[in-house]
């Protein structure tokens, strides 16, 4: 069975969104704390050998750029993992390999984890991230926050996320302030 990993650039007020889409005003406020050592601790935290599984967003904006990119560690691994996209028009996927996730993304989701293969990888996705919680099909989440506060943009876990408890499993602090926090899902919210 394949591990499902959230990972996410996130503010310390919970925003992931980067792009300018929608009129948010503060694209690519993550490229100021870029450094060889944070590259090199998300690479090592994809593992080698990874698939991804993206919405169709992300999807669009990253073929728009990795196909393109210099080849290195990063876009080598992003270009030669299957791309598993939850999509309406998966005939209009070009950036590959591919896949649909189908009709039903959660049972896409169990087919792909029940699967031999490599490990998945979610990245920039608040919608698909709540549903994984919800269902009990996200197995780690590993944030990097970033020193910043944004007060707008798409947070990390949508409206209507399912209370969760995550066990910290370890934590970072990168020069450049960025804290690489690797938590695993444990289950449903325990309260006292």
Known sequence: MRTLK???????????????EDAFPYADWTAPYRSP????????????????????????LWSGYWPKAPSGA???????ATKYVATHRPE???WGPFE?????????????????????????????????LAHGLA???????????????????????PPRSLELVSTKAMPSGILVSAYKVVGPLKAG
Do not use: C
């Not at 990063?74 to 030669?80: E, K, V």
């Not at 649909?100 to 698909?128: C, F, H, M, Y």
């Not at 506060?149 to 798409?154: D, M, V, Y």
């Open 139 to 161: 197995d780690e989440v590993l944030l990097l926050v970033y020193p910043v506060l944004l007060g707008a943009g798409k947070r990390f876990f949508a409206q209507g996320t």
């Open 6 to 20: 959230i990972m996410e650039h996130i503010s310390l007020d919970g925003v992931i969104q980067t792009s300018g």
């Open 74 to 80: 990063m876009a080598d691994g992003l270009n030669a």
């Open 92 to 94: 209009s996927l070009a």
């Open 100 to 132: 649909s996730l189908g009709p039903d993304i959660v049972e896409g989701v169990r087919r792909i984890k029940s699967q031999a293969g490599p490990n998945l990888i979610l990245w920039g996705s608040s919608t698909l991230t709540s549903t994984l």
């Open 37 to 60: 050592a944070g590259r090199d601790e998300v690479l090592a935290a994809h593992g080698g050998r990874f698939d991804l599984l993206l919405g169709r967003r992300t999807y669009d």
